[in-house]
């Protein structure tokens, strides 16, 4: 990707042009939207041959102690703080388009947007996905009803990575209904040019906050638990609710814009000095025996991790913002390909690695340096494949 470097001058006078073009592009939040993706992707290559986690489709196991720090420890960075991230810039994008279309315009595009992909992949290519699985695997053909509601699985919408389209559709479906009855056209603040980024003080409360109200919720339900029917896991939806929150709030007062790069610089180096804190508080609340005080309950290593998994997500979000919008704000060739491949790419990333680890399953190499071939080959397949979906008649309404 091409880079750019812009100084805190610059960004504090051109903040009504950078607010302005949100309505269309930002070609730095396109690049993150390009990262999580591809972070995403890592994520459940991970969990495929190293790490700890859900992955319904095909694991291979963990096979010794090196890779299961290493699969853990990159699996709960990423957990922490990149699909609230995701929530919060999908999130910055929607007063906006409200705004200019109306809301039944806009709920129509976020229906054929979000929708039709949600429903094809939940009632045909998982149900094929898990088929093609358990032949390869187990040399059985199951019918394809054995994985539909009524059969083996459980869920009726929202399989697989699908769920984060299904929570972005119902939070955008809250946003329409409320902007509808509670916030009429009239009461729509404008947005604020001159507004000022949260302190640190205000930053840091937040952060307690929500730490706080995820402890709560895991006293309930415990990381691991989900709401089968739309395969949604709550545990984390404390933070994904808040963070969608936020985007909405941050496009109002434009923080994108009024973020200082010494705040930017400081909250990059919070979240680098929490990524080295996860192994010490492992360690110390005995996760080498046994994780399930870190899930939930009354335990303090439950409280600790989600003040950890909080501070990490508001830290992140605000450093790797500040990171791209100052040294990723241009797009070079490989990034113009990459970004408006973004979205189909997540939403086929999850066939595409499974085929990966299974032609490589007889291959016998070490767990992490399969990683490493599985992910050389799976990253630009996925973004080619979704570069050849995209070019299909009638696909650009959707993808």
Known sequence: MATTTLSTSQFSATAQAVQVKAASRLPFIDNLRVLL??????HHITIIYAGSGSWGLYTEGRQ???????????????????MGFFLLISAYFVPGSHDRKGAGQFLKDRLIRLGI??????WIISPLSYSMVTYVTQGQILPLSSYLPGGDFEGIIGAGPLWFVEALLIFTVVYVVWRRFFRPKSLVPPVKTDSRFPSSKAIVLFA?????????????????????????????????????VVGLIAYRRNWLASLSDSAGKRWLAVAIALILLFMPLALAGGAMESDEPFRGGLYW??????????????????????????????????????????????????QVITATALVLRNVDLYPLLKFGL?????????????????????????L
Not at 317 to 343: D, E, K
């Open 37 to 42: 993706t591809i972070l995403v992707i890592l």
């Open 64 to 82: 010794d102690t090196l890779t299961a720090v290493i699969g853990t420890w990159f699996c709960a960075v990423n957990q922490a703080y990149f």
């Open 117 to 122: 992909p949600l429903v094809i992949y939940s």
């Open 208 to 244: 307690v906050l929500l730490a706080t109200a995820t402890f709560a919720v895991r006293l309930w339900r415990p990381m691991g638990w989900s709401f089968s029917p739309l395969n949604l896991q709550f545990p984390f939806f404390v933070q994904y609710i808040v963070m969608f």
């Open 301 to 350: 290593q439950a409280m600790a991790y989600a003040l950890w998994e909080s501070l990490l997500c508001v830290s992140m979000c605000i450093g790797l913002t500040y990171l791209f919008r100052r040294y990723s704000n241009q797009q070079g060739r490989l990034a113009r390909f990459l970004s408006p491949n973004a979205y189909t790419t997540y939403l086929i990333h999850a």
């Open 374 to 398: 599985a992910a050389l080959i799976a990253l630009p397949l996925c973004f080619v494949l979704s570069n050849l979906i995209r070019k299909l008649p009638y696909i650009d309404r959707v």
